[in-house]
């Protein structure tokens, strides 16, 4: 293996272990204590929503 080789693999390396640590840092910092509520009653009446009351894709709602 060529010494340019050794050198790229070894900055690449850093690098990504960098990167790494800081999305970890990121996390920690703003989203690790972060807690979405969920309403039971709000996810079925999404979930057992009539799908042709909804507009489909490409139509316009104008009159």
């Known amino acids: 293996m060529d010494s340019r080789?050794?050198?790229?693999?070894?900055?690449?390396v850093i690098l990504v272990i960098l990167k790494l640590t800081l999305l970890a840092m990121i996390w920690w910092s703003f989203v690790r204590d972060v807690r979405v509520p969920v309403d039971a009653a709000a996810v079925a009446r999404?979930?057992?929503q009539d799908p042709s009351a909804a507009p489909r894709q490409g139509e316009s709602n104008a009159q």
């Open 5 to 12: 080789d050794r050198r790229l693999r070894r900055e690449l």
């Open 46 to 48: 999404h979930v057992a």
